[in-house]
T-cell receptor, first 110, second 114 residues
Framework: GEDVEQSLFLSVREGDSSVINCTYT??????LYWYKQEPGAGLQLLTY???NMDMKQDQRLTVLLNKKDKHLSLRIADTQTGDSAIYFC??????????WGAGTKLIIKP | ETGVTQSPTHLIKTRGQQVTLRCSSQ?????VSWYQQALGQGPQFIFQ???????GRGNFPPRFSGLQFPNYSSELNVNALELDDSALYLC?????????????FGNGTRLTVT
């Protein structure tokens, strides 16, 4: 079946860039999303990209999509302590349902 | 613009009991979906409601059921609770009618089954 995979943890120094990676298996994906979840909270939509695009930039966030390799990444520039959270990658399949990764916990070191 | 609100925020139930969770969708949204998120995992799709009918379902047994009301709010009902039902239950609303309508989530209901 369809699958989305992410690394479980990423540790970066404050002020550095963070790059969170995601791979997926469904070649018919239409849209791919990045959500952020802080402790005890719901999921906050950060950004999304249509499958015919290869890059999208939104302030400190840059999304890169390599459709051939089914690889998605989220780059956060100038990472701050407030960026500490779990980041989820999700893809919308051909039935318009979301398939989620297990989330990457971003840890910020001072 | 009012966001997605869920109630209650926390709930403790005993195995075998029944529970009802509630969700008010974001203004302008007509579709509600429910997700179960176990600790340390990503959300798992339970079902989706559009125009008061279920129009998509994940791999959950029939004891998970739902309703959508004319004002687009929704309920999730779980019968015969099991210990493994302990999780964060997330409601998300969206506007059906476009191919991509991002989901907007509430803060969830934390259900503990003892």
């Amino acid at each position: 079946g369809e699958d989305v995979e992410q690394s479980l943890f990423l540790s970066v120094r404050e002020g550095d860039s963070s790059v969170i990676n995601c791979t997926y298996t469904d070649s018919s994906s239409t849209y791919l999303y990045w959500y952020k979840q802080e402790p005890g909270a719901g999921l906050q939509l950060l950004t999304y990209i249509f499958s015919n695009m290869d890059m999208k930039q939104d302030q400190r966030l840059t999304v890169l999509l390599n459709k051939k390799d089914k690889h998605l990444s989220l780059r956060i520039a100038d990472t701050q302590t407030g960026d500490s959270a779990i980041y989820f990658c999700a893809e919308r399949d051909s039935n318009y349902q979301l398939i989620w990764g297990a989330g990457t916990k971003l840890i910020i070191k001072p | 613009e009012t966001g997605v609100t869920q109630s209650p925020t926390h709930l403790i139930k005993t195995r075998g009991q029944q529970v009802t969770l509630r969700c008010s969708s974001q203004s302008g949204h007509n579709t509600v979906s429910w997700y179960q998120q176990a600790l340390g995992q990503g959300p798992q799709f339970i079902f989706q409601y559009y125009r008061e009918e279920e129009n998509g379902r994940g791999n959950f047994p029939p004891r998970f059921s739902g309703l959508q009301f004319p004002n687009y709010s929704s309920e999730l009902n779980v019968n015969a609770l099991e210990l493994d039902d302990s999780a964060l239950y997330l409601c998300a609303s969206s506007y059906e009618g476009t191919r991509n309508s991002p989901l907007h989530f509430g803060n969830g209901t934390r259900l503990t089954v003892t």
